[in-house]
């Protein structure tokens, strides 16, 4: 059997405790070894009395201990000098009977908590709460401000390899002839001067591209990069439509959009990977679902900023915003299953609500009642 060596606490016995004191068994470890050993433990006023082995005893001061936390329905322990423990299933009776020793006042916060059921659907409820303001409003607040403190170099490095990878899978040289993208040129150039100037720490650089993929769309890149493709340029019917889209795509580079949904996919991805405490539950549904629907409101989130960048610009620029919602009704009119085609109420009701749910931008009536009523918000 071990003897405690080198305290002045580990002495033989001779006292013993008061009858009406209650022995406690347990187990004492050294502190050397993770084997147990059977002991009993009572209380001498001031004094622990600690029985193990063959008439081995220790007589800690109460204040040479220290009452741990219990957790659950787990046993105490007793920590005692020099890294020893004395550990009991009899938890209540241990408390008990060292009541006032210090680290017992601490102690029982923890089994309040874990014993009522009040206090533990608060807690879910308080945990639950800051979680989801974190995600919604935490995670765009800090990656909005992570995308301005990076050097631009690096955004224009990613909007290049984005666009050489568009091109290799999607993009085409455009089939437009020469003097129809000078027409368009010239009718942006005013503009990217006034941009350049109104914002020099970006680059606005306009490319056009066939493209049956993406159809009559535009995109901003990170770093500046603007495409039109040929399909949207023909569904114009004036060039103040394209300088329309041109000021909404403006909007993304100069709220480094591109850069933003980076950083914020990773941000949500590390959130979820440090709720569920696993980096292989990312690629489980129940977990990407939810990641999804959070990555798609940080898009439509930026969709309206960049809609309110484009009609204050217009309006500033003398450009009337009702030329953005001209487009966009004829966007509008060109999905597959619109209410040009016949169908009931309740079918146009079930199309309009689940592409706003599973959209990256928003409505496109809202968008459209936004531009056509300028003063509204």
Not at 144 to 151: E, F, G, K, T, V
Not at 211 to 227: D, F, T, V, Y
Request: hydrophobic fraction near 40%.
């Amino acid at each position: 059997m071990p003897v405690l060596w080198g305290r002045s606490w580990a002495t033989p016995s001779i006292w013993a405790c008061p009858l009406s004191e209650q022995w406690i068994s347990g187990l004492l470890f050294d502190g050397q070894r993770s084997k147990g050993y059977p002991a009993r433990l009572c209380r001498q006023q001031q004094r622990l009395l600690i029985e193990y082995g063959e008439g081995e005893v220790l007589q800690p001061q109460l204040n040479e201990v220290r009452l741990g936390t219990r957790v659950g329905q787990a046993g105490y322990y007793l920590h005692l000098p020099q890294g020893a423990a004395f550990e009991s299933p009899q938890g209540d009776a241990l408390a008990a009977l060292l009541k006032g020793a210090r680290g017992e006042r601490g102690s029982g916060w923890l089994q309040r908590l874990e014993g009522s059921y009040r206090l533990i659907l608060v807690s879910v409820v308080v945990v639950l709460l800051s979680l989801t303001l974190g995600v919604l409003y935490g995670v765009p607040w800090l990656s909005r401000h992570i995308a301005h403190a990076l050097p631009t170099q690096l955004e224009q490095t990613m909007g290049n390899n984005a666009l050489s990878t568009l091109e290799r899978l999607w993009l085409e040289p455009t089939a437009l002839d020469a003097a129809r993208q000078q027409q368009v040129r010239s009718a942006f150039a005013p503009h990217l001067q006034r941009l350049a100037a109104q914002y020099p720490g970006h680059e606005f650089k306009v490319h056009f591209h066939a493209s049956e993929a993406l159809g009559a769309n535009a995109l901003a890149l990170p770093g500046g990069i603007i495409l039109f493709t040929d399909d949207l340029l023909k569904l114009a019917q004036d060039d103040d439509e394209l300088v329309a889209i041109l000021a909404h795509e403006a909007g993304h580079v100069v709220h480094r959009h591109g850069l933003r949904n980076v950083v914020q996919g990773s941000l949500a991805l590390w959130v979820i990977v440090a709720i569920t405490g696993d980096l292989s539950a990312a690629s489980d549904w129940l977990v990407t679902v939810p990641a999804l629907l959070v990555s798609l409101n940080y898009s439509r989130g930026m969709e309206r900023e960049a809609d309110d960048f484009a009609r204050d610009y217009l309006i500033d620029s003398s450009v009337a915003p009702a030329h953005f919602a001209h487009i966009l009704q004829r966007l509008e009119q060109q999905r597959p299953g619109d209410a040009s085609e016949q169908s009931s109420p309740t079918d146009n009701d079930r199309r309009l609500r689940i592409p706003d749910v599973l959209s990256s931008h928003p409505a496109t009536p809202e968008r459209i009642e936004r531009f056509l009523n300028p003063g509204s918000r």
